[in-house]
Structures are given as C-alpha cells and as structure tokens.
Nanobody, 124 residues
C-alpha cells in the first residue's frame, strides 16, 4: 500500500492549490479517502473525505465552499482542490484511506494507509 501526496507550496491569500494523492496497492472504490492537516503543536485535523462506494463527501466547516475533494479512479488518485486560501490554511497536508464511520469526521484511517505530508503555506 502506498499513498504519495504532492502539490503543496507557497501561495498568496485568496489563491488556489490542488493537492494530489497517488495511490497503489488497494482498490479506491472500497475505501473512504481523505485529507488531513496539521500545524505544529496542534492535533491532526480532518479536512475533507469521500466515500469510495458512493461518492459521499464531507468537509470540516472551515473549508466548506472553498475545498473540493475528488477521486480519479482511472489514475488511482485523490485530489483536494483548495480555493480562496487563507493564512489559517497553512499546514502540512496528509492523505489517508480507511473505513467510513458514523463519527464527527466520518473517515477512520487505517494505520498503514497514510501518505507523507505536503506543506501548504499561505502568506503574502
């Protein structure tokens, strides 16, 4: 199982970035997939997730209407389109795969189903 995140960088407030998570070793459609972010000194936060079986999506309140999660099954890749970025979006972003659950953030990542982080910095 491999998840490889990319696409981070430095962007000005109001700008956009698209993160990609290339996956291998498992079938995307059988899992939930998601993006998390973490800043130093804080817990990792679930940002967006998508249910592989039916495409149901979930977003944390702070990114609703700005971020969009999607899956390209042909490329085995999960995307996070981030628009209207703000300084508070600065974090290391991680992709993950796991089980869908009835929880505040409905993705429960499996222990070996994490990608490495990609840094997103929003600053003028």
């Amino acid at each position: 199982v491999q998840l490889q995140a990319s696409g981070g960088g430095l962007v000005q407030p109001g700008g956009s970035l698209r993160l990609s998570c290339a996956t291998s070793g498992f079938t995307l459609g059988l899992y939930g997939l998601g993006w998390y972010r973490q800043v130093p000194g804080k817990e990792r936060e679930g940002v967006a997730c998508i249910r592989g079986t039916n495409g149901t999506t979930y977003y944390t309140d702070s990114v609703k209407d700005r971020f969009t999660i999607s899956v390209d099954g042909a490329k085995n890749t999960v995307y996070l389109q981030m628009n209207s970025l703000q300084p508070e979006d600065t974090a290391v972003y991680y992709c993950a795969a796991g089980l869908w659950a009835a929880a505040d953030f409905p993705l429960v990542p499996l222990s070996n189903y994490w990608g490495q982080g990609t840094q997103v910095t929003v600053s003028s």
